[in-house]
């Protein structure tokens, strides 16, 4: 049997994997881990998935070209050269009709957002279009863009030198297995663990000190904890006196954010928030760790901005255990921004701190004023639409719009491996590979500064093609054959690399990856902070020039991060999206039959108190309602839930329409920075399905 290492893309941790082949077939990944633990080699059902994935029986096997006969859709089987032309020809005719604004990419998480993606921008960005969209507006850059404000780049926690841990929102057991061997490598070494989460997960039972705070509230929690730190000196007075602006403003901002004053309204008992401060201040070295349960809020910004500020009060920033400051490798730039015209407003420009974000990738990073753009025609019309793995249509706030929003575009083409809710709105479908069959650059690794590759290990399947290949063809068709003089992706990956003089052949031979130079702690002492000012923005200039508050500041009422607020009445419990389930990665492979197995079904969690007013059972058929639609599936009764809210599993709507969460979600209200959505927090009510039962 032979034996390949590669790194698995299923989801975005990008675990390194060794792969078993049988005449260059896939018969079983494993994930490997150089961090032993107490759970060394971590389980992950989707690795043992593999096989399934890759040779289903449901995947795109060739390029799909729809006809509506009798007004039923019809899908025609096409050649990659027919699927080619007419794609290449209908986005060169918008653009002399419409102009080059009225194309939209569209890009999902499924397909990683390393090299690929640059491929996409660069095509883009050839063409003349500035809209490059993808969802970061719910995941990840609205994260990214408060920690380049507040100290210029986004870290990474040192989980295995670490004396103290904090998992602000996220669940690192079911989304993230080599962070998690780390979490529990540093605990069995006796570091000490505060996880501050809603919902009573794995992790939190792990737990020295668990914080079950009231959903959206992060940032009222953070000032409490900042005034906490301050009032009782717990700060580090050389790093704040030498590396940080607005300490003082800061000082008087916080004073109003007393624990006693404002823990219960946020689900808290002060001394227990006076704890976790003081535990995290005063223990050296410590980190921090925010996950995506801190996004998908209305006021997200201002609460990643709150929680960053701790680790500048706490001086833990970029030391061996702290929260480490990337190291980039020098890559060449391959995305042509200098072709854009400056007089072509995107879709986002009402956002402008996010679509002008110099550390994004390129182009807008949220949907929202895209579904704006296409339904409301302003600034312009979106006429057609390429959308690569992703599926707006079940993860996006307020499914409705969305799907309005498909229904009106002249043209759409769905680059997948499988027929998704959203690739059915399609006039083309193209079949994608899976990360086992394309080779590309990780770059979550580059993070660390280390260059490792994702090497294919099989054939494609059927007649599908790996994303590059797709993006560099239609290109090609599309009369940019000299901005891709690439034929393989072995020649664009060496072209980007070239400035660090790494090859795809040096990758190759080094299969664990290459270090780039010597890995450096505290290099704001050499170079400052890459902020304005080259210190920790406590106070940010740039958010005050915006109209936002240059110190992060809360209201103590609900009003300002809960969707349909104003109609508590009916609607008296909170609502929160349901956990990453560790089975499936948001709307993906709720097709595989061993995962199905695994978690058959979606069930809503909710107290035991709320259940018994509603004379709800465990396994009764419930229908979950807000002002925007209704859904059902079935309860589960539990108190890992708060009394008043409920936990409503996230991305079935792929499997079942009729379970989709974002039928009942809103898309009105968005965070003022970076338009986001409060798909995490809502008023909703659940009530027993009595024709169900």
């Known amino acids: 049997?032979?034996?390949?290492?590669?790194?698995?893309?299923?989801?975005?941790?990008?675990?390194?994997?060794?792969?078993?082949?049988?005449?260059?077939?896939?018969?079983?990944?494993?994930?490997?881990?150089?961090?032993?633990?107490?759970?060394?080699?971590?389980?992950?059902?989707?690795?043992?998935?593999?096989?399934?994935?890759?040779?289903?029986?449901?995947?795109?096997?060739?390029?799909?070209?729809?006809?509506?006969?009798?007004?039923?859709?019809v899908w025609n089987k096409a050649s990659w050269e027919q699927a080619m032309d007419i794609?290449?020809?209908?986005?060169?005719?918008?653009?002399?009709?419409?102009?080059?604004e009225s194309v939209a990419w569209l890009r999902g998480q499924a397909p990683d957002w390393g090299a690929t993606w640059h491929y996409a921008i660069r095509l883009m960005n050839a063409f003349g279009s500035p809209n490059v969209i993808g969802d970061g507006s719910v995941c990840y850059w609205a994260r990214e863009m408060a920690h380049v404000f507040t100290y210029g780049a986004m870290t990474s926690s040192d989980y295995k030198n670490s004396k103290c841990i904090v998992i602000w929102g996220g669940n690192e057991r079911d989304t993230n297995p080599s962070a998690y061997n780390r979490i529990l490598y540093a605990k069995e070494q006796g570091a000490k663990l505060i996880v501050i989460d809603p919902i009573r997960t794995k992790l939190a039972s792990l737990a020295d000190i668990w914080l079950q705070i009231k959903p959206g509230c992060d940032g009222l929690l953070a000032m409490l904890m900042i005034y906490v730190i301050?009032?009782?000196n717990l700060y580090d007075a050389d790093f704040i006196r030498e590396w940080t602006v607005g300490f003082n403003e800061l000082k008087e901002a916080v004073k109003k954010y007393v624990p006693e004053k404002i823990a219960e309204k946020i689900w808290l008992d002060a001394e227990k928030i006076r704890e976790a401060a003081r535990l995290y201040a005063k223990t050296k070295p410590a980190c921090l760790s925010e996950g995506n349960g801190v996004e998908m809020h209305l006021n997200t910004s201002q609460n990643?901005?709150?929680?960053?500020?701790?680790?500048?009060?706490?001086?833990?920033?970029?030391?061996?255990?702290?929260d480490r400051i990337p190291?980039?490798?020098?890559?060449?730039?391959?995305?042509?921004?200098?072709?854009?015209?400056?007089?072509?407003?995107?879709?986002?420009?009402?956002?402008?701190?996010?679509?002008?974000?110099?550390?994004?990738?390129?182009?807008?990073?949220?949907?929202?004023p895209l579904v704006n753009s296409i339904l409301d025609e302003k600034p312009y019309p979106i006429k057609a639409l390429i959308i690569q793995g992703a599926n707006p249509a079940v993860t996006m706030a307020n499914s409705k719009?969305?799907?309005?929003?498909?229904?009106?575009?002249?043209?759409?083409?769905?680059?997948?491996?499988?027929?998704?809710?959203?690739?059915?709105?399609?006039?083309?479908?193209?079949?994608?590979?899976?990360?086992?069959?394309?080779?590309?650059?990780?770059?979550?690794?580059?993070?660390?500064?280390?260059?490792?590759?994702?090497?294919?290990?099989?054939?494609?399947?059927?007649?599908?093609?790996?994303?590059?290949?797709i993006i560099f063809e239609l290109a090609k068709k599309m009369g940019y054959k000299d901005e891709f003089p690439w034929n393989t992706v072995e020649e664009a990956i060496d072209y980007q690399l070239e400035p660090a003089g790494i090859t795809v052949e040096m990758l190759r031979k080094n299969q664990k990856g290459i270090t780039f130079g010597e890995t450096r702690r505290e290099k704001y002492k050499n170079n400052g902070f890459d902020t304005r000012s080259g210190k920790v923005e406590i106070y940010s200039e740039i958010f005050k020039e915006h109209g936002y508050s240059p110190i992060p500041d809360f209201k103590e009422d609900e009003e300002n991060h809960l969707s349909f607020y104003d109609k508590r009445d009916n609607f008296p419990l909170i609502g929160i999206s349901g956990a990453r389930t560790i089975n499936f990665v948001h709307s993906q492979f709720r097709n595989i039959p061993y995962l199905l197995k695994r978690e058959p079904e979606p069930f809503v969690d909710i107290h035991p108190k709320d259940a018994k007013t509603r004379d709800i059972s465990d396994g009764d058929t419930v229908v979950i309602e807000t002002p925007n639609g209704r859904i059902k599936m079935k309860a589960k009764i539990s108190d890992i839930v708060h009394p008043g809210l409920v936990r409503i599993p996230w991305g079935w709507g792929e499997f079942n329409p009729d379970y989709n969460i974002n039928s009942l979600t809103d898309d009105g209200k968005r965070d003022p920075v970076t338009s986001t959505t409060s798909n995490r927090c809502f008023m909703c009510n659940v009530v027993k399905d009595v024709i169900m039962n």
């Open 87 to 100: 794609i290449a020809n209908k986005l060169n005719l918008f653009k002399q009709k419409y102009g080059a």
């Open 1 to 73: 049997m032979e034996k390949k290492y590669t790194t698995c893309r299923l989801c975005s941790v990008c675990c390194p994997v060794v792969v078993s082949l049988e005449n260059n077939k896939i018969v079983s990944v494993e994930r490997k881990t150089s961090t032993p633990s107490m759970e060394e080699n971590y389980f992950c059902p989707k690795v043992k998935a593999v096989p399934e994935i890759v040779y289903s029986a449901d995947r795109l096997k060739t390029p799909l070209i729809k006809k509506n006969i009798n007004g039923k859709a």
């Open 230 to 232: 301050i009032s009782e």
């Open 401 to 469: 719009r969305v799907r309005q929003a498909l229904e009106k575009l002249e043209f759409v083409v769905a680059v997948d491996l499988f027929m998704t809710q959203t690739a059915k709105f399609a006039d083309i479908v193209l079949p994608a590979t899976t990360s086992f069959e394309k080779t590309q650059l990780n770059f979550s690794s580059m993070i660390g500064n280390r260059v490792m590759l994702q090497n294919k290990v099989i054939d494609w399947y059927e007649n599908s093609w790996p994303d590059w290949k």
């Open 304 to 322: 990643m901005r709150s929680i960053f500020i701790l680790r500048a009060l706490t001086g833990n920033i970029d030391k061996k255990g702290g």
């Open 327 to 368: 190291q980039p490798i020098p890559m060449r730039d391959i995305r042509l921004n200098e072709r854009l015209r400056g007089d072509i407003k995107s879709v986002g420009f009402e956002y402008p701190l996010l679509n002008n974000f110099p550390k994004c990738p390129g182009g807008i990073q949220t949907l929202l």
